[in-house]
Nanobody
Framework: QVQLVESGGGLVQAGGSQRLSCTASETYRINVMGWYRQAPGNQRDLVATVTSGGGTNYTDSVKGRFIISRDSAKNTVSLQMNSLKPEDTGVYYC?????????????WGQGTQITVSS
């Protein structure tokens, strides 16, 4: 069972920046770390992911504004969020997907609130 601890949520003004970090309690050789967000009344949607090989993926609405990075030695993933917009408001969840015995298993953090005021 992978435990994920998130930090960095808070209230920020539109146009500002915020950085989220997440640390995993253990690691698997093949994995994908990332961030999802859930706005009130909406489903949890992908924001950005980074693979154990370093490949990244972003949802279109954050391209050019958010940067995901990882430190594999420390089992951490970070999300630098710039030029924040009110529509970026939501609960951000850290995700760790591990390939275990041929099966993908996904673990979630507890979530951290990001509120962008206009």
């Amino acid at each position: 069972q992978v435990q994920l601890v998130e930090s960095g949520g808070g209230l920020v003004q539109a146009g500002g920046s915020q950085r989220l970090s997440c640390t995993a309690s253990e690691t698997y050789r093949i994995n994908v770390m990332g961030w999802y967000r859930q706005a009130p009344g909406n489903q949890r949607d992908l924001v950005a992911t980074v693979t154990s090989g370093g490949g990244t993926n972003y949802t279109d609405s954050v391209k050019g504004r958010f940067i995901i990075s990882r430190d594999s030695a420390k089992n951490t993933v970070s999300l630098q969020m710039n030029s924040l917009k009110p529509e970026d408001t939501g609960v951000y969840y850290c995700s760790y997907q591990a390939l275990v015995a041929g099966t993908w298993i996904q673990y979630w953090g507890q979530g951290t609130q990001i509120t962008v005021s206009s």
